[in-house]
Every structure is written in C-alpha cells, then in structure tokens.
C-alpha cells in the first residue's frame, strides 16, 4: 500500500475501532450498522476525491453501493461489496481511472480495515443480461460517491423488461438451496443468522420478490433488527465474518446483553421464527400473484 493511501485510510480505521469498542459497551443493531456504513462510505468518498483532485479529466462514474452495503447495514465483519458504473464508456480515461479506483479501494478496505470487498464494472448496456444475484443486488443499491445520472440510468435499464418469473423462481430456490445447507427451522440450536430460515436473507428475499412482482418492500421490522443486533455481536465476540450461532457464541452474545443465555435464546428463535413467518406469508402471495411468464 502507498503511504498516502495508508494514511488517508488511518483516520477512518481509528473511527471503526472507537465503534467496535461502543457496540461492546452499548449493543446495538441497524442504527449501529448505520454509522459503522457511514465510516466506509466516508473513506470511499476521500478516495474518489483525491482521484478527482488529481486527474484533469476524470470520467464522469458512479461508485454504487450493493447488497447489505446498499442498505446500509454493514456488521462488524460484513463484505463490503461495490459496483462502479459509467455514464459514458468510451471516455479516454476511463480504464486507468476504474484500475485506480479497485486498487486503492481495495487497498484501504481489505489491507488496512481488514474488510472483504467485492467489486465489479457494469455498464448500462450490460442491464439485460444481469444474473439474478446481479439482479437482486442492484435492487438494494445506491450512490456513495459520483454520478447518479449514471446509477438512474443503470435501473432504468435494470427494471426494463425485467425477467420477473425467471427472477423469482432462482430466488425461490436459492432460498431453498441456503436452509438446506444451513437450518430449515427457525428452532435450530445453531441458527445461521444471515442465511438460515428465519435469517436476514429470509427478509430480503421477500423483498426482492416483493418488488419484483410490483407489490414494493417492507421496512425492517422489530424481529429483523434482533437478529441484526444478535449478528453484530456475534462478528465482535469471533473477530471475524461469522454467522452461526453456536451454543458457546451464544453464551458470548447473552452475556454482552446482560441476559441468562436460555432468555436470549429464546428471544433469538421468536425472532427468527417471526421472519420466517413473514417469508412464508409472501410465498403464499406469491401463489396468487399474476405476473408474466
């Protein structure tokens, strides 16, 4: 890494550590991922700057934010997932300022906060044939830094004779898929916490569904931020990206929440059972609804 690049990310380390060291103290789940994403958000906004302080003529470009990054719900040791989208393809700059901007995002994000990053170049042209993971991605995505004539112009494109039956059912089974591999009840001893049923992914694929089939999103609910709150604590006590929840980590989770482990187990599973309640109730919509094969 650069020595500048080095420094101009320190600042924003520090600003990561200090909220570590308050969830430890005072646990807290979305308005805590909101402020722990407004950190990266900062530090992808003083990298765009300092390439567009130094270049003459940058290309116009959108650094988007997707998936739990788009919705601003970065926990401790979430992967930080970015899209950087033109507004104009041909520009004469544009592959040395995109080859810029992925090394030294990737620079200050993995190297020096430690994060996963996932990053990739779409065009609006490329819209059509988006996967449904692409797909699905974008629809929680937003602007941190740059054009956002070019990010309405890539959902614009994105929702143009989008694929809606194909988007669903790949939806459907890759929700299958994930509960397989991890828990299929909400009542697991163990439950995965993002991908398991009853997890955050339950939530989002009612989402994405939802507004596929043009009946819009729903906010977090009450059930969803616990399990939010509960993933958050479970990244600080590992140190790492991980989402079971095992009898031993939930010891760790309860005791950082003041509650006996059974109590919070408890809270935990009527939390996860809520969401897969509401995930079971979007697929019986779903039997109803009309949209176009």
Request: aromatic letters at 8%; a negative charge.
């Amino acid at each position: 890494m650069t020595t500048e690049t080095s420094e101009r990310a320190r600042e924003f380390v520090e600003r990561r550590e200090m909220l570590l060291e308050e969830l430890r103290v005072q646990p807290g789940g979305l308005e805590w991922c909101a402020r722990h994403t407004g950190v990266v958000d900062d530090l992808v906004r003083s990298l765009y700057d300092w390439q567009a302080q130094s270049s003459e003529d940058m290309p116009r470009l959108a650094i988007v934010a997707t998936g739990g990054y788009g919705r601003s719900e970065l926990s401790p040791w979430s992967d930080v997932d970015l899209r950087l989208v033109p507004l104009d393809k041909a520009h004469p700059r544009l592959e040395s300022t995109v080859k810029w901007l992925f090394r030294n995002l990737h620079e200050a994000l993995s190297s020096t906060m430690g994060l996963k990053v996932g990053y990739g170049l779409s065009y609006v042209s490329d819209a059509a044939g988006f996967d449904a993971k692409t797909r699905s991605g974008l629809m929680d995505s937003r602007v941190v830094v740059g054009s956002q004539e070019a990010h309405d112009d890539l959902m614009v494109a994105l929702w143009s004779g989008f694929p809606v039956a194909e988007f669903v059912i790949e939806k459907v089974r890759e929700q299958a898929a994930i509960e397989s591999r991890t828990n299929d009840t909400p009542y697991s001893s163990h439950p995965h916490l993002k991908s398991g049923a009853g997890g955050l992914r339950c939530f989002h694929t009612a989402n994405w569904i939802g507004a596929a089939i043009g009946e819009g999103t729903e906010s977090p609910t009450d059930a969803y931020g616990f399990v939010l709150l509960a993933r958050n604590l479970l990244h600080l006590v590992a140190g790492r990206q991980l989402d079971h929840m095992t009898i031993p980590r939930r010891s760790e989770v309860a005791q950082l929440l003041g509650l006996e482990p059974l109590k919070f187990g408890s809270q935990l599973a009527e939390a996860l059972s809520q969401n897969d309640a509401a995930y079971k109730a979007m697929m019986e919509r779903l039997h109803r609804a009309r949209f176009e094969l």
